[in-house]
């Protein structure tokens, strides 16, 4: 019998909990705004406790559908303290594998949900993997990703902007260039910053592609989308 949501989310409560440091907290809450809480639980030591919890759940994943992982992952991101949401994305990033095309919506359903660039930034990675994978054997795959351009959620746009980080020569340039085209008017920090993260990824592997991209929009993107995709160009 496979683990329940409501059974996992127990497991990984039980887990944290003991560990929670209210001094570590306090600090880790401000470097988010004040916008979430936090247990106090550090990364590594979150990570540590937690794998086998992850793992367990990775193994159980043949006896339960995309749907059912989203959903166990939608519980603990109903949880206030920020450290549950973290799991989830950790739990993501094990079921890549496991999930297609068909929970790409559930997946920017929950970039929506108490959304900031941690949480995002982790979904995007998700989501950029799964897009990747299926492209391989469906040329139509990235076509959920041209719709999510287009989204009223700036963060799912910003997921758009970022999915192809890390693809390097799988990259699709042509859509890398378009939506920083299409995304350049916006004003929004956390979509400019995106444009120039996607490009100043992308000019690891065609640095030259970048430079003439840059010097032709140059009066179309912003200075922070510039300063940022120009980092690493001599």
């Not at 982790?122 to 469906?138: K, P």
Request: charged share 25%.
């Amino acid at each position: 019998m496979s683990i329940t949501p409501e059974t996992f989310v127990h497991t990984v409560c039980a887990t944290l909990v003991p560990l929670a440091d209210a001094e570590r907290a306090v600090g880790m809450r401000a470097y988010m705004r004040d916008q979430f809480p936090f247990l106090g639980v550090s990364t590594p030591l979150r990570r540590q406790a937690t794998q086998t919890l992850v793992r367990d759940l990775a193994k159980d994943s043949s006896k339960i559908s995309g749907a059912e992982l989203l959903a166990h992952v939608q519980a603990l991101w109903a949880l206030p303290e920020r450290e549950y949401t973290y799991v989830g994305i950790d739990v993501l990033a094990r079921q890549v594998k496991h999930l297609g095309l068909d929970q790409i919506e559930g997946l920017l359903a929950l970039a929506q949900q108490r959304s900031w660039w941690d949480s995002v930034d982790g979904l995007a990675s998700v989501v950029g993997d799964v897009v990747r994978v299926a492209r391989r054997t469906n040329p139509d795959a990235q076509r959920c990703m041209d719709t999510a351009l287009e989204h009223p959620s700036l963060w799912v746009r910003r997921i758009a902007m970022i999915h192809q980080l890390g693809w390097r020569t799988e990259t699709d340039t042509l859509r890398l260039y378009r939506f920083a085209r299409q995304l350049a008017p916006e004003r929004d920090f956390f979509i400019r910053k995106a444009i120039g993260w996607a490009l100043r990824d992308h000019a690891r592997h065609d640095p030259e592609g970048v430079r003439r991209f840059l010097n032709q929009e140059s009066t179309r993107l912003s200075a922070l989308s510039v300063r940022e995709a120009a980092k690493h160009l001599a």
